[in-house]
């Protein structure tokens, strides 16, 4: 079954230290991955996305992420947080142009001062 | 110029009413979503269509019944509410049926006692 998990359900990290949010997926043929942001009472906004295309993917708000095939892998990191990237982060994958996106269950992530 | 309303914002209601919630994308595109978001903000996909057709219908009960007038609406009708139907319904859209970014609405918040 198509399926996609994230590790930690919460990560705190300190303004300025490194931001890593960890998401796997299990599949048999190449995923469509996605990276969305929910800040509190908001919808779902597309932070990035890999295509197959480059693996290093770049997003907005300064995120990255790396398609690690042999992992099965697509961690989110920022180099340095800031207060404002506090919110929720849900990785999800896509596998053809007419399935249904699944998304992860998300990670909330909290920066201390 | 919202790009992706949802109507009401909050919804406060007893068990057994019947109420809707409407969705309204202003960008063209030809395929809407209906996601239901729980208290641990789990986001699982209820229905999709693309132009005013039903393309997925998750395992749903047959109390929640989708009607797309147009291919910019995509309104979203329960019958009987029950307490487990409380969580936050977020309206998406994507251009197409494919693996293009999801524009989400700003959810509705149901809420039923």
């Known amino acids: 079954a198509q399926s996609v998990t994230q590790l930690g359900s919460h990560v705190s990290v300190s303004e300025g230290a490194l931001v890593l949010l960890r998401c796997n997926y299990s599949?048999?043929?190449?995923?469509?991955l996605f990276w969305y942001v929910q800040y509190p009472n908001q919808g779902l906004q597309l932070l990035l996305k890999?295509?197959?295309?480059?693996?290093l993917v770049k997003g907005i708000n300064g995120f990255e992420a790396e398609f690690k095939k042999s992992e099965t892998s697509f961690h989110l990191t920022k180099p340095s947080a800031h207060m404002s990237d506090a919110a929720e982060y849900f990785c999800?994958?896509?596998?053809?142009?007419?399935?249904?996106?699944?998304f992860g269950s998300g990670t909330r992530l909290s920066i201390r001062p | 110029d919202t790009a992706v309303s949802q109507t009401p914002k909050y919804l406060v209601t007893q068990m057994g009413n019947d109420k809707s919630i409407k969705c309204e994308q202003n960008?063209?595109?030809?395929?809407m979503y209906w996601y239901k978001q729980d208290s641990k903000k789990f986001l699982k996909i209820m229905f999709s269509?693309?132009?005013?057709?039903?393309?997925i219908n998750e395992t749903v009960p047959n109390r929640f019944s989708p009607k797309s007038p147009d291919k910019a609406h995509l309104n979203l009708h329960i019958n009987s509410l029950e307490l487990g139907d409380s969580a936050v319904y977020f309206c998406?859209?994507?251009?197409?049926?494919?693996?293009?970014?999801?524009?989400f609405g700003p959810g509705t918040r149901l809420t039923v006692l």
């Open positions: 998406a859209s994507t251009p197409s049926l494919s693996f293009d970014e999801q524009f």
């Open positions: 599949s048999s043929v190449p995923p469509y």
């Open positions: 890999y295509t197959s295309a480059a693996t």
């Open positions: 999800a994958v896509s596998y053809s142009s007419a399935s249904k996106i699944i």
């Open positions: 960008l063209g595109h030809d395929t």
């Open positions: 269509y693309n132009n005013k057709e039903l393309i």
